[in-house]
């Protein structure tokens, strides 16, 4: 039987796509001239009035929203904030029917299944129209009518309360010099990368990743401390133990005073990302076009990315707070980078807005970076005994560490085979690594393809077909298959529906993110992306 979900993730218009080859965005619908980001940010700070309300802000009831559904008045709320889109129908990359979904209704949904990561606060600020309405209670109604509207504040989104027996808690104790935090997950803990700390003026903010929930403590603490955190992980066992040295022998008779979201455990898709400052210490070329950017965490930060997690990168660019998500690289190929630092392989386009501030940041300089994002679990890759990957262009970036972890951690996996796409030859991404580590490693193998090779070239050409992937995508007798996909808008789409073409007659096949159900042979998965 072929299950197949109705939409693909990222959506087809979203800009976590890679653009195809030849355009310089990864936007889906074509722009009109003067409607770029940068025209839009200029747009919106002329002064001119957005929101048709001269600058008061109002509380919107569900009736009134509903009126602001036409393409010439459209109102949507996220997250229970009202904004009149209307001005910025031509600068949206997905273009006017994506907004047209949410158009007079609550959009939240809709959004963070494609822009989750787009800080829409920033841009569409001067389009705000108000508060959603909400019939509250006495107790809340007091709350919102001591917070005023010039100040807008986000409802918090708090998933359901989980069962009190599988919510994990939490106990400390001290020495004379340091202080333990002990966390019980009352479950094996996945990946070592699923603890972030940060510790900053004696706050501290700890999360531990579990699968699709989280688990937070945030503490202003008793006493002073040294900066430097270590944490050390009992998986199998579910203890993680998080060491604080004081700055003066005494003892304290609290942990510290509790602060907002502390010691609560919910879904992860309900919490905002958290930011912290990161420098910049190098920046070394990988082709023509891109680079790979090594960010230092701050000194008193311990957060490892898993693999296929990727993290945010926020900036204030022409006072805009612009983000765009990217997928981390270990240093090299052939070993998992032991630093703690975060190593981006990032393509700058010409004419993109973050890329090209990124580009031009110096060696020391400043940029926020959020905690791992993403729905990507290795778990079922236990389960695996092929592993097929097909990635065009900086769609690669997410499969580097998923290589080296099916090649170097999982013994079960039998063979990775990298199908990789690019236009020219001098646009392959570490191609020498992934010759060494194809000429080394019997279980590992790739094949380049190329669109416009040169006359010389001597590998696969063209696009991406079915017989291509026919041919490369081996059937082996009882075996466990699992297909990742990256890359632009198109290949993707082009790719998974040659897939799933094959499977109606060759094997069952199921498509889901990152997940092989049990007595399925093929799982498809698709990633998310990084812009410009």
Same mark, same amino acid.
């Given at each position: /039987? ?7 993730f ?20 074509? +722009? ?6 940068m ?23 569900q ?8 393409r010439?008045n ?6 229970g ?5 209307t ?7 997905g273009?006017?029917e994506?907004? /047209? *979904?949410? =158009?007079?209704?609550?959009?939240t949904?809709?959004?963070?299944q ?6 829409y ?7 705000l129209?108000g508060?959603m309405?909400t ?20 409802? !918090? ?9 599988s ?13 333990? +935090? ?28 579990l ?10 603490? =008793?006493?002073e401390?040294e ?36 010691? !609560? &455990? ?24 891109t680079?790979?950017?090594? +960010? ?12 296929? *997690?990727?993290?945010?990168?926020? =900036?204030?660019i022409q ?13 090299t ?11 981006? /392989?990032?393509?700058v ?38 592993l097929?990957l ?8 997410p /499969? ?5 972890l099916? !090649?170097?951690?999982i013994?079960?996996?039998r063979?990775?085979?990298?199908? &990789?796409?690019n236009?020219?030859?001098e ?14 490693n019997?279980?590992?193998?790739v094949?380049?393809? +190329? ?8 590998g696969? *050409? ?14 082996p007798?009882?075996?466990?298959? &699992?297909v ?12 998974i ?7 109606? &007659?060759?094997?069952?096949c ?23």
């Amino acid at each position: /039987m072929l299950n197949i979900p109705t939409q693909s993730f990222p959506a087809p218009s979203s800009q976590q796509r890679v653009a195809p080859s030849g355009q310089s965005g990864r936007n889906k619908v074509a +722009l009109k001239p003067g409607h770029s980001l940068m025209d839009w940010i200029r747009f919106s700070k002329s002064g001119k009035d957005l929101t048709g309300l001269r600058g008061h802000l109002i509380e919107v009831t569900q009736e009134e929203l509903q009126k602001h559904n036409t393409r010439d008045n459209c109102w949507i709320c996220i997250r229970g904030l009202v904004y009149n889109v209307t001005p910025y129908m031509d600068y949206h990359p997905g273009g006017e029917e994506e907004l /047209m *979904k949410a =158009a007079g209704i609550d959009g939240t949904d809709l959004f963070d299944q494609v822009h989750r990561w787009v800080n829409y606060e920033s841009m569409l600020k001067e389009c705000l129209v108000g508060r959603m309405a909400t019939k509250a209670t006495a107790a809340i109604k007091a709350l919102i009518t001591s917070s005023p509207l010039t100040d807008l504040a986000q409802p !918090t989104l708090v998933a359901p309360t989980p069962d009190k027996d599988s919510q994990p808690r939490y106990d400390w104790f001290q020495t004379d010099v340091t202080v333990h +935090l002990v966390v019980y997950a009352r479950r094996k803990i996945p990946s070592p990368g699923c603890t972030i700390v940060d510790l900053k003026a004696g706050v501290l903010r700890l999360e531990v990743l579990l699968e699709k929930m989280s688990y937070m403590l945030h503490l202003r603490l =008793a006493g002073e401390v040294e900066g430097k955190v270590s944490v050390h992980t009992a998986f199998s066992a579910g203890k993680i133990q998080v060491s604080i040295h004081k700055q003066d022998k005494a003892k304290w008779t609290v942990l510290g005073q509790p602060l907002e979201f502390h010691n !609560t &455990f919910q879904c992860k898709k309900g919490r905002a990302p958290y930011y912290r400052d990161c420098v910049l210490l190098s920046k070394t070329e990988v082709n023509h076009n891109t680079h790979v950017f090594r +960010l230092q965490l701050p000194h008193g930060t311990v957060m490892h990315v898993p693999v296929g *997690k990727h993290v945010y990168l926020k =900036a204030l660019i022409q006072d805009t707070e612009v983000v765009r998500p990217y997928t981390p690289v270990d240093q090299t190929m052939a070993t998992a980078s032991q630093d703690p630092d975060l190593y981006l /392989m990032i393509k700058v386009y010409p004419d993109g807005v973050f890329t090209q501030h990124l580009n031009n940041l110096r060696i020391g300089d400043h940029i926020s970076v959020s905690g791992p994002e993403g729905t990507f679990s290795v778990r079922p890759l236990c389960d695996v005994t092929y592993l097929y990957l097909l990635a065009a262009g900086t769609g690669f970036t997410p /499969m580097a560490r998923l290589i080296r972890l099916a !090649t170097q951690d999982i013994d079960t996996i039998r063979k990775t085979k990298l199908l &990789f796409f690019n236009r020219r030859e001098e646009d392959i991404l570490w191609r020498c690594q992934l010759d060494e580590l194809a000429a080394n490693n019997e279980r590992f193998q790739v094949e380049f393809v +190329l669109s416009e090779p040169c006359e010389s070239w001597t590998g696969r *050409k063209g696009q991406v077909d079915g017989s291509m992937l026919q041919d490369f995508l081996d059937k082996p007798d009882g075996s466990q298959c &699992f297909v990742c996909v990256c890359g632009p808008t198109t290949f993707t789409e082009l790719t998974i529906g040659y897939l799933n073409y094959a499977c109606c &007659f060759s094997w069952t096949c199921i498509v889901k993110k990152g997940r092989l159900n049990a007595g399925r042979r093929w799982c498809i998965y698709t990633h998310e992306r990084g812009t410009q």
